[in-house]
């Protein structure tokens, strides 16, 4: 059974400061990793799509990577606008072609 | 450039009546999935419909819950006699289905069952 951990649960950062939220993941054969960004009330919105280990993807202040075992959401001087859950989901090989969704990184940018 | 529309956005009901939701993908996106979210927990995966067809359905409940996509209208996910434990947002999103592209969702609909 696929299985994804995210990493903290909240995080609470100040204006500027820079820091990562973590995905680690157990699939049998990895068709894609995704990240979504979700706010209050909204639907997921769609950020990054990776695919294999040592791939990167870069969106504004935003950039992911992806190992084997985990993938990294990176974020860079931060703005009160990147406040949001962040999620993390993984497709896999196994036929399967619904996502699996960790439970999300909290994530609070204080001015 | 129309995204992912469900409708209600809210729906109350009693225990024991039926909720459907609607769900029109976006342009040009022939595969449909739904989702459902619970409190304190993340989105679990329930059913995947391409047009006129139920592709994967292990995520849904074997009693009481339906999904379609039919040739023409919106896909519509039906729960009979409704639980107070089906409280949920039920969230739809839609691809183009082509191998890796990215599932892109609605905003959801979230269910209250008094």
């Known amino acids: 059974e696929d299985q994804v951990t995210q990493s903290p649960e909240a995080l609470r950062l100040q204006e500027g400061e820079s820091s990562s939220l973590n995905c680690s993941y157990t699939?049998?054969?990895?068709?894609?990793l995704f990240w979504y960004r979700q706010d209050p009330g909204k639907g997921p919105e769609f950020l990054f799509t990776?695919?294999?280990a040592g791939e990167e993807k870069e969106k504004e202040r935003l950039k992911a990577t992806l190992t084997k075992k985990e993938s990294f959401l990176h974020i860079t001087a931060p703005k009160p606008e990147d406040s949001a859950t962040y999620l993390c989901?993984?497709?896999?090989?196994?036929?399967?072609?619904?996502?699996?969704f960790g439970k999300g990184t909290h994530l609070i940018i204080q001015p | 450039n129309a995204g992912v529309m469900q409708n209600p956005r809210h729906l109350v009901r009693r225990r024991g009546q039926e909720a459907r939701l609607r769900c029109s993908p976006m342009k040009g996106h022939s595969h449909v999935y739904w989702y459902r979210q619970l409190p304190e927990e993340g989105l679990k995966f329930m059913v995947y419909l391409q047009k006129e067809n139920i592709i994967d359905e292990s995520g849904m409940p074997k009693e009481r819950f339906s999904a379609e996509f039919p040739k023409e209208g919106p896909s519509i996910l039906r729960i009979q006699q409704v639980v107070r434990g089906d409280s949920a947002a039920y969230f739809c999103?839609?691809?183009?289905?082509?191998?890796?592209?990215?599932?892109?969702f609605g905003d959801g609909t979230r269910l209250s069952i008094l």
């Open positions: 990776l695919y294999s």
């Open positions: 999103a839609s691809s183009q289905g082509d191998v890796n592209q990215p599932q892109h």
């Open positions: 989901a993984v497709q896999s090989g196994g036929g399967a072609d619904g996502l699996t």
């Open positions: 699939v049998s054969g990895l068709r894609g």
